[in-house]
């Protein structure tokens, strides 16, 4: 019986739409469907604005008190396109989240800032979650950090009532906004007010305060008859510790009348000690520094608490909570010019700008005019080639009809 030979099938070659691939997290469709099951997961709500992501607060079946700024934890190095569906089987494992709020760009509702803060139901899974998760691998190659949060608390308000006191402002507040712990103001001894204006508002935690000033910047605030203006974050107020204080030599002595000079308050503190290191006056109130803690001590116990017929406070100054921030030197004339006292020529002579076109019109002085004669020079010679040279400048150089010929 003849063989017969049975014909070879090659195998179907998969397509390329065919062939499985890893799951692209990037994309906003994956980003949804896997953001839709955490939430069927865990019944947390979801809440996006145009600069926040908010997953939870208060999470479902909560109850007791809101926690407070200490399980607060900062979540820092997320990658801008990482959303809840990533973060959150993280951080769970820890303890329970009472919300996660993930700062995200305004002009990009799906890119995030790089960023997040997160609240446990509980200090001690706050402080656990920076214990484990600090450094942890989130993907590839990316390393979170992870720390407690240092949320700013204090806000700045203007237009207050000067003839309210910091328990009549503490009190009012306190029935606009929730949450208040303490309204701090500055006497004004030199038009005998109560304040000069404005306080300085200390809130319970940042969420406190955050939702304080967006409640100013959506509607009108009235405080005893006067709009609240001018709201905005103020730097936080440096707590010293125990041993801080114990090493701190000078002393806050205030209010001051007006007039008051060093040479008064260095009379009135003489006795008390061998040496005054130095003596700031600064309108209504005076640092008074000494050579020892025990002279501030004798001086601040012992010392009549009437100076120039003005009765006086005297505490020992918080000390400084850091370095003064150094300020860029100002530049004059528009956005991108060489700093005045730094002035450079071309080897024509003409000022050198990193853009001429964007810079012609707001030149002023030596500056203006020498532009405008080697202008003047350029055209004498004909050569309207320069990239310096710009005959439509002509009428922006002494106003007016005043031409560049005019400056020669």
Known sequence: MAEVETPQVEPEKMSSEEVPTEPDTKSKTYNNVKIEELLARTGYPLEITATCRAYGGPPPDFTGDEPTCTSQVFIGRLPTDMKEDEIVPVFEKIGKIYVLRMIMERDQPDTNRGFAFLYYCTQEDAEEAIKQLDNHEIR???????????????????????????????????????????????????????????????????????????????????????WLRNVDWAESQHTPSESEMENIKTLHVAPLTEGTTEAQIREHFTPFAETLEEIQVVREFAFVHFKTRA?????????????????????????????????????????????????????????????????????????????????????????????WFDPSYSDQVGGGSNSVGSWW
């Open 295 to 387: 002279d501030a001590e004798k001086a601040m116990n012992e010392a009549d608490k009437e100076i120039n017929g003005s009765t006086v406070t005297m505490q020992f100054a918080n000390p400084r909570g850091g370095a003064k921030k150094k300020r860029k030197p100002r530049i004059s004339g528009p956005p991108g010019a060489l700093h005045p006292n730094a002035r450079q020529y071309n080897d024509n002579g003409a000022p050198q700008y990193p853009n001429f076109d964007s810079f012609k019109g707001g030149m002023k002085g030596n500056d203006q005019q020498n532009m405008a004669m080697w202008m003047a020079k350029k055209r004498r010679t004909g050569n309207g080639n320069d990239p």
């Open 140 to 226: 590839t190659g990316v390393f979170l950090k992870v720390c407690k949060s240092e949320g700013n608390r204090r806000l700045y308000m203007g237009n207050i009532h000067k003839d309210k006191n910091e328990e009549e402002l503490k009190s009012e507040m306190s029935n606009l906004f929730p949450g208040v712990e303490k309204v701090t103001i500055q006497a004004d001894t030199v038009k005998n007010a109560k304040n000069r204006g404005y306080m300085f508002v200390d809130f319970l935690d940042h969420k406190m305060a955050v939702d304080a000033k967006k409640a100013c910047s959506s509607s009108k605030k009235i405080l005893f008859g006067r």
